[in-house]
């Protein structure tokens, strides 16, 4: 990375870090099964993890959520690929971001604003369209990579191996979800939204 691109940046996560400080949320617990609606964040530049986001949007759909995908493509326009998912997925581009590629555009706007449930940032590297917009994020409960430069954003957080791909970024998220809400059912002690896993 250029000596520019460092202070920019930088730049923008110290912006970024003053603007969270203002936005107000309801927070939710990580109950799977009263979730009706999720926000998916991810890398949609990359023909195989859009292929697997696809996959594991439409598993979520079919469990009878209510799924919503952004994804960030990294070129101007779409690939030849990206159509193959319409009208099930929503997308924004390069040209749509300023100088200091924080995003701007009406399908971002809406997908900010919208409470889910739950929101889980995909990404397997920090990218900071999208990591702008998971910070912002007006979700219940956030979920994200606990390397990310915006962990401190995230409610629930899960520390990747090295060699874990997205697919099993993803599943894993659910089913430690769905273990979560097995133990508050058989226990009377209410849990904290902050916990800490290993994928």
Known sequence: MQIVDKVKLSLGHSLLNREIKDISRERTDPDIHRASSIGILYDATDREEFFEVREFFKDLRESR?????????????????????????????????????????????????????????????????????????????????????????????????PKADLKSFAYTIIHYLSQLN?????SNTRKRSSHYYTV
């Not at 030849?80 to 701007?104: G, I």
């Not at 979920?143 to 191996?161: L, N, P, Q, T, V």
């Not at 097995?182 to 058989?186: C, F, H, K, Y």
């Open 65 to 161: 959520k209510k799924a919503v995908s952004l994804g960030y493509i990294d070129y101007k326009e779409t690939l030849s690929f990206h159509p193959l998912a319409r009208p099930e997925a929503d997308y924004f581009f390069k040209n749509q971001l300023n100088w200091l590629s924080k995003p701007s555009s009406t399908v971002v706007d809406h997908f900010v604003a919208e409470p889910f449930d739950i929101l889980i940032h995909l990404s397997l590297k920090d990218l900071y369209p999208l990591d702008y917009i998971a910070a912002t994020s007006r979700a219940g409960l956030k979920i994200g990579r606990a390397s990310s430069a915006i962990a401190h954003c995230y409610d629930m957080s899960f520390h990747m191996d």
């Open 182 to 186: 097995n133990e508050r059912s058989t």
